[in-house]
């Protein structure tokens, strides 16, 4: 264990799996430890920061990722990262994108703090700041109700669910359906259409779901586009995971990443009288996420019916309440 205590400029690469995804460790947290799933470069030359920029640019990962091997689970060999090659520059050049990518994790912390006093006061004004559903390991529900829902398995019964919708409901300004205020839109964009035509196609992977950015997006041409790049995404709309074990993927489109397209595995939401920031905390949260996991059915691939979206509800905010400002 102490040989994989981590030191200040060293960089990080996926052994296995997501090879090609790396990060330089900046000393925070202190004390980290490297898993056995990474594998950890000690970086003589002074411009870490620099380095790790360069393998993350387009350039960087396509030279990356030429050294995998295996079919069913994708490696890296730390020999051949040994020999990538990489570009040098002026000593003021590589100073400067060490100081941008140091300022950009300064921002991304500061974005994470943010985020949670929003997500704050939006619990608290509901009354769940400190909600821990009780997941029972045994409960008895009519045979009546499993005959209206249509639905016999345990998992949807379990009354942690039921505690959230409680909550929601005994908020003083009232409760409506979501549906009622967000436009769940179809995935009905047609690349093969624009046969001339690149697009950037965003996926579940895409996703960071700390603060719900879509954090990178895949170039493809029409002919390359996957058959469930099917969603047309506009500035403010707010993507969900509709896959049961990814549910917490969700972002916020932005400037950025309008006109781009995502996969059927999302719901895209388009708010009709609510904040898109609003929409896309109460989607991150308890709020939203146990009710689509109540939901969630399937056998191979467990996903929530997008039929089952009418019956999911929201607190009604006031707008004094959806624009009020962390403290």
Known sequence: MPKNLLEKGDILFVRSGNVGDLTVYTGEPNKCIASADLLVAKIIFRHPYYIGVFLNTFWGRKILLRGIYSGLQPHIAPNYIKQIPIPIFSEDFMTNIDNLFLQAQDLLKQSQNLYSQAEDLLLEELGLKDFKPKYE????????????????????????????????????????????????????FDPPKYPDEDFCYVELA???????IIHS??????????????????????IVSSVEGSLEKVALVDKEHNGCLASTGFFQFRSLD??????????????????????????????????????????????????KSPR
């Open 206 to 212: 895409d996703i960071d779901s700390s603060i719900g």
């Open 137 to 188: 390991k045994t409960y008895i529900t009519k045979l009546s109700d499993a005959f209206s829902s249509h639905r016999m398995d345990a998992e949807y019964f379990q009354p942690a669910y039921d505690e959230v919708i409680e909550k929601i409901k005994q908020y003083p300004n009232g409760f409506s359906k979501l549906l009622k205020h967000v436009e769940n839109i179809k995935p009905n």
């Open 217 to 238: 997006v895949n170039k493809v041409k029409e002919r390359e586009a996957p058959s469930r790049a099917r969603r047309l995404l506009k500035e403010g709309d707010v």
């Open 274 to 323: 609510i904040l898109p920031e609003v929409l896309l905390i109460m989607s991150k949260t308890a709020i939203l996420q146990l009710q689509l996991k109540k939901r969630c059915s399937g056998t191979i691939l467990t996903a929530v019916p997008k039929e089952s979206l009418r019956d999911i509800i929201m607190p009604l905010l006031p707008l004094s309440i959806q624009q």
